[in-house]
């Protein structure tokens, strides 16, 4: 994997995006393995920042569109991303060291999360979280609205919101840590159309942008229906029908409220050269 290939993404413009309101639903979570039901469908990390950004009526940040839900991309981030230059810094001892602040609003338990969700990341790669002394570039990590990141390293501060206490799960927090590192949503891969099946009659209309495919590099990584990144079964689900099928195995079961997979920290570990 060539670090120059990192990420060419285009976004395809659809048209009129509305900022509608939705009140959404409630994904009660249940442990039914393979229904196709989503009131037993187990609510992945994604579920959760789903209705947490749908009831806070999330749709943009400093005036921009969030792209597929919870991804902040200013103009400054986008060109950046797309000359290859939105990694973190690795330093010289070979980790990846990403400085961030807690904003003082935060309790003690919702410190715990948001450091249980980066010792998850942290467990198998070379990123490191430190408390943010001299460096330049970092994660301004607050309870704003909802639960939301940048894409890739922005350079300078960049705000990470963690809603409290609703995004302060260990799962949800990797996830938005993970946006951060420079990754999308596993089912946003070109190549998804092999894996999954999109039922777009199914998908709330106002969000059907949310389910955009973006030309990045996949680092030789299988499709991963487990990763952290993946949307569930029933995102954005307009009547409670499954919004994504799996193809290859219709049992398989899309995201996870868990933490990063196997593949997600073996991609972590590519996309940093972590030795
Ligand atoms: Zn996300």
Redesign the pocket.
Known sequence: MSSSAFIIFIFTLLQGFALSTKNSEEFNAGTTRGSDNMMNSVKTA?DT?ITVNDDQEVFAVDGVRIR????AVSRHNERSCFAQTCLWNKSVDGHVYVAYTLSPFYSEVDESGIKRGMKLIERGTCVRFVPKTHERDYLDIQPKSGCWSYFGATGGRQVLSLQAPDCLGSAVVS?QLM?ALGFL?EQSRADRDKYISILWKNIWKDRLRNFEKFRINNMDTPYDYGSI?HFGKYAYSEDGNPTIIPKRNQNARLGQPFGPSKLDIIKINKLYKCD
């Open positions: 994604m920042i597929e839900g919870d991804i996830h946006h949503h990144m």
